[in-house]
């Protein structure tokens, strides 16, 4: 009996206890927990333990207290940036949490927002400028009269020029670097959500003076949002087509980021690819994603298992190596590829794109064409925190196959093809023109196959 009665005041107890509700964390118990997370992270992963003894881990403890007094995410988010940024590498950066609204289907205006444009750096009279590289047809900067070749001048209100201005010369130590992160800054401006309403004063190539403002309208994200991980949702997908060059034809084949959803499409893209006489790569802003599919792409042009990358860590080191693809996924056989490769490249080309493109060209199977990568190219860790932000840091050194590094510096093409705004004003790809340009003078180029003239019936996601 009186153990009945105890059973019976234990239960309801407990069913008391769980009925009452518990509140939330504050925002300075969450904003604690995220610094100190981060902070032992990078204490236990980045290489360089002396720096990260004496110099990171006294300026973390200096500036915990402000993390924790920040009023709100934004104002924490920048105490953390400023602790990142202390460390003279790439991949140590903050992805904020996602804003619950854009992660809906359920209303257009919910739905990310898609400029239709791309903004890249070129030289104008030696001086850096921001310009419009490409508009898509129909899109919203295309409807508002944005054109390829517009030099901007202000983005949304802002004036470029200061950021212009403090960038380092092209050969200077760390101009890689910033001006990757220019050109990211830029684009990010025009992110949004569908419906958001964007700025642009542009000055005409050739012309002395800004005074052509347009105003666009983000149009829905249509394309198919991918995720992986911690990585947050984002419009991804492959794509190839033929480019006749007399009777030879080069493949072009592009994908926007390297994330295991578009694998299939990029796999059958690169197959179908074989039968062409030439395959041109178009890495040009490809920011990266997972390192582990480099070798799986250059296994479709690489025939031996060669080194394409040493990642050094604290206490080990691990080879990243080429996968030949001699398999298609029906099962059956074909050869990897032998003929020419191009790589397209840009200041935007980073991470996972710069690991690959550096290993073709330093194994001599591809020449790199276009303008210097970013020099972002360290392996790195992607770990969500209690704030629903996601710590990205480097956990690696990482060199070429012949003990280069492309971190700080990016890499440098074969053929360069700066973005004359002259040219893309009047419709002309400059990087692309160079690529095949260099390939009409191929000697080796065979005809191409039969079945290279359907390869642009693969297209899409």
């Known amino acids: 009996m009186i153990r009945r009665v105890l059973t019976g005041v234990l239960l309801a107890a407990a069913s008391s206890a769980t009925a009452q509700p518990v509140p939330p964390p504050s925002r300075a118990t969450l904003y604690a927990a995220a610094w100190d997370t981060t902070v032992a992270a990078i204490s236990r992963t980045w290489i360089d333990t002396a720096f990260i003894a004496t110099t990171w881990l006294p300026a973390a403890k200096a500036a915990r207290d402000s993390a924790l007094a920040a009023t709100d995410d934004r104002a924490f988010q920048r105490v953390m940036r400023g602790l990142l940024a202390r460390i003279p590498a790439s991949h140590f950066y903050l992805l904020p949490a996602p804003d619950p609204a854009l992660a809906s289907d359920t209303a257009t205006a919910a739905r990310p927002g898609r400029a239709g444009l791309t903004i890249r750096l070129t030289e104008v009279s030696g001086a850096p400028h921001l310009v419009v590289s490409h508009v898509e047809a129909g899109g919203a900067a295309d409807r508002a009269g944005v054109r390829a070749g517009d030099l901007v001048r202000r983005l949304d209100g802002r004036d470029v020029s200061r950021a212009l201005g403090e960038l380092p010369a092209p050969r200077e130590p760390g101009a890689a670097v910033a001006r990757a992160r220019v050109v990211a800054a830029a684009n990010a401006v025009l992110a949004g959500g569908a419906g958001d309403v964007r700025t642009l004063e542009l000055q005409k190539p050739g012309t002395a003076s800004a005074s052509d403002t347009r105003r666009l309208t983000l149009d829905a994200e249509t394309r198919p949002l991918r995720a992986f991980g911690n990585l947050p949702p984002m419009p991804v997908e492959a794509s190839a087509r033929v480019i006749p060059l007399g009777a030879s034809a080069a493949a072009l084949v592009r994908f926007d980021a390297f994330l295991p959803a578009i694998m299939p499409a990029l796999d059958d893209a690169l197959f179908a690819a074989r039968s062409c006489s030439a395959i041109v790569l178009d890495l040009r802003g490809n920011p990266g994603g997972l390192v582990g599919m480099v070798g799986g792409i250059a296994g479709h042009l690489l025939a031996l298992p060669d080194t394409l990358a040493i990642m050094t860590m604290r206490e080990s080191a691990l080879r990243l190596v080429a996968n030949p693809r001699t398999v298609r996924r029906d099962g059956t056989s074909a050869p990897v590829f032998d003929g020419p490769v191009l790589v397209l490249i840009d200041e935007a080309s980073a991470s996972a794109s710069e690991i690959l493109a550096g290993a073709l060209q330093a194994l001599g ?44 510096e990016g890499l440098s093409p074969d053929l360069p093809a700066p973005l004359d705004p002259a040219r893309l004003a ?36």
């Open 426 to 461: 009047a419709g002309t790809d400059p990087v692309l023109d160079a690529a095949l340009a260099a390939l009409r003078l191929d000697r080796t180029l065979r005809p191409a196959g039969a079945s290279c003239r359907s390869l642009s019936a693969l297209s899409g996601s």
């Open 365 to 408: 199977r591809a020449r790199l064409v276009g303008t210097r990568t970013a020099g972002m190219s360290l392996p790195a860790q992607l770990r969500r925190l209690s704030t629903g932000d996601v710590l990205v840091h480097a956990t690696a050194d990482l060199t070429g196959p012949r003990g280069a590094r492309a971190e700080g």
